[in-house]
């Protein structure tokens, strides 16, 4: 497996050294949080000697997307994009679960309305699943809000956005709890800080819908159409009320971070009889299969990293 601290990075058009990949105290990036990013996930196939990028299209989409919104000059063009993931990962040799970040930023010396100088990287670590992936956590409803859209756009995976979710962060460790839940500005459920919500009530799966002041997460949606097309399970799309959750019979978080995890309290009520649901157990396998290629099905979700597999050679 890599060390804790990988050998390499892309950075600004080719690999180079970890600690060469950096940028100035007073680069935009720094002094404003002026930069987006996107997490995404390696999956290691043992079977097959294979890594495979769990939907590296749908995270190149997205990063597009929040490109646009935050008026960024032209930067590295999305072939450039793919090529740094692939590469530090290969050159890295990750045999195992990895976590890959890819950071669009501002350079230079700019000021808070700066569009340029643009730069990239791409950094990925060894990343084994949690034990809560098994036993599941406590959650709690904190005091602090999801910004609305007109306010700081949440939709956007940008670097600013995520000190919202780190107060919430600091305040669910203080009273005890192993991940946060926020609301949104109507009191509403939102999400948690880096991961969306599902909770499960008489056989019905439930998650807040996007114009919630939520990301939108490309984990929820493989979570939804997994359960929609390959469970068979009704999903709703819609406002969720905080004492709602007290009434769920399982929940769970996702995101690529958080991959699916259980969630087995709330605000120290018991959801369900306390233990991981069913149901939950079951998209857990789902996703899992999938992203790693155990199971064949949705092959195009998973990008090859090493091109060991002779089918997923044929198909590029």
Aim: charged share 25%; glycine share 10%; aromatic share 8%.
């Amino acid at each position: 497996m890599p060390s804790t601290q990988p050998e390499f990075a892309w950075f600004n058009g080719g690999i180079v050294p970890w600690n060469e990949a950096r940028v100035h105290v007073f680069s935009p990036v720094v002094k404003y949080g002026t930069g987006i990013f996107e997490g995404l996930r390696g999956y290691w196939n043992a079977a097959e000697g294979e890594l495979y990028v769990f939907r590296l299209a749908e995270h190149l989409d997205r990063l597009a997307f929040g490109l646009k919104v935050m008026r960024f000059d032209p930067g590295p063009d999305r072939a450039e994009m793919e090529r740094a993931v692939l590469e530090v990962l290969r050159a890295n040799r990750f045999r195992g679960p990895a976590h890959i970040r890819l950071s669009v930023f501002l350079e230079g010396d700019g000021e808070m309305s700066a569009t340029g100088p643009v730069g990239m990287a791409c950094t990925a670590i060894h990343r084994p699943p949690t034990k809560a992936i098994a036993e599941g956590l406590a959650a709690g409803v904190v005091s602090w809000r999801r910004p609305e859209d007109s306010s700081q756009p949440m939709r956007v995976k940008a670097n600013a956005n995520y000190q919202n979710g780190r107060f919430a962060v600091q305040e669910a460790r203080t009273n005890g709890y192993g991940a946060a839940i926020l609301l949104n500005s109507r009191g509403k459920v939102a999400e948690g800080p880096g991961m969306c919500l599902f909770m499960v009530r008489d056989g019905v799966v439930i998650t807040p819908s996007i114009t919630n002041d939520i990301l939108e997460s490309i984990t929820r949606d493989a979570v939804i159409r997994l359960l929609r097309e390959d469970l068979g399970v009704t999903v709703e799309e819609r406002d969720v009320d905080r004492t709602e959750l007290y009434a769920a019979d399982e929940a769970f978080f996702c995101g690529t971070a958080w991959e699916v995890t259980p969630i087995t309290s709330v605000d120290r009520l018991a959801v369900g009889d306390g233990r991981v649901g069913a149901l939950t157990s079951r998209v857990q396998a789902r996703y899992f299969g999938i992203a790693d290629g155990s199971i064949a099905a949705r092959a195009a979700w998973r990008t090859p990293v090493y091109g060991a597999s002779p089918d997923m050679r044929a198909t590029q």
